[in-house]
């Protein structure tokens, strides 16, 4: 059977909106993607203002400032929200995996306890069910008692909980360290992405 090329992006409302952008921006360009959904949470939407444009209201006003090009653009489907009968609500419509970039602590919390409140939790609870790649990029420092056990207990579901550590051995300025991590991401989704090879290759 060929292997589907639909992957699912999730930016959740923590800290980090640039990661999500830039997420967006190498994984729609993927020669490995066919379609990349993309469900932006109402809460990043709100960070997003602050973090990177004043006038961000929707997920297209995301899509517009990643400044993808025409074909990467014509790649990215987005889903609201509140879109609960969109096709990655079901196990039947087969992606390779998803990632939520940045993940927040309520965010991890839903998508560790299934309690899916909305797509992006529910579309990460179907990667879950179906053994699906989910990456969780997890934006949050320190960790309390209740984030660690979420991180074990989405762990324990089948969940890949990758925060964004920066590439301190390979990356020097903060957009190679945006890439140094969202490289890693791609390599547990199986995907290629057009980056530097920030990878580890041993001592000289």
Same mark, same amino acid.
């Given at each position: 059977?060929a292997?589907?090329?639909?992957? +699912?992006?999730g %930016? ?9 952008l830039?997420?967006l921006?190498?994984?729609a360009?993927?020669p490995d993607?066919?379609?990349l959904?993309l469900v932006v949470s ?6 997003a ?7 961000i209201?929707?997920?297209a006003?995301?899509?517009a400032?990643a400044?993808l090009d025409?074909?990467?653009r ?5 889903h609201?929200?509140?879109e609960?009968?969109a096709? %990655?609500s079901s196990?039947s $419509?087969?992606t390779l995996?998803? #990632?939520?970039?940045p993940?927040?602590?309520g965010?991890?919390?839903? %998508? ?8 992006l ?7 879950l069910?179906e ?7 997890f934006r949050?420092?320190?960790?309390s008692?209740?984030h660690a ?10 969940? +890949?909980v990758a925060p964004?550590v920066?590439? $301190?051995?390979? #990356?020097?300025?903060a957009e190679?360290?945006?890439d #140094?991590y969202l490289?890693?991401v791609?390599d547990l989704?199986g995907v ?9 290759k041993?001592a000289?």
């Amino acid at each position: 059977m060929a292997r589907s090329a639909e992957l +699912i992006l999730g %930016i959740s409302g923590a800290s980090g909106s640039r990661l999500g952008l830039r997420a967006l921006s190498l994984l729609a360009a993927s020669p490995d993607v066919e379609h990349l959904h993309l469900v932006v949470s109402p809460h990043a939407l709100l960070v997003a203002r602050d973090e990177v444009e004043p006038g961000i209201r929707s997920a297209a006003d995301l899509v517009a400032a990643a400044g993808l090009d025409e074909a990467a653009r014509g790649k990215v489907v987005v889903h609201g929200e509140g879109e609960l009968d969109a096709p %990655i609500s079901s196990g039947s $419509f087969v992606t390779l995996g998803m #990632a939520v970039l940045p993940c927040s602590s309520g965010t991890l919390a839903s %998508i560790a306890h299934g309690t899916s409140r909305g797509l992006l939790s529910r579309a990460a609870d179907v990667c879950l069910k179906e053994r699906r790649r989910l990456v969780l990029g997890f934006r949050e420092t320190p960790y309390s008692l209740v984030h660690a056990e979420n991180v074990v207990a989405a762990t324990r579901a089948g969940a +890949i909980v990758a925060p964004p550590v920066p590439a $301190f051995y390979a #990356a020097r300025t903060a957009e190679e360290m945006l890439d #140094a991590y969202l490289l890693r991401v791609a390599d547990l989704l199986g995907v290629r992405v057009a980056t530097a090879d920030y990878r580890w290759k041993g001592a000289p």
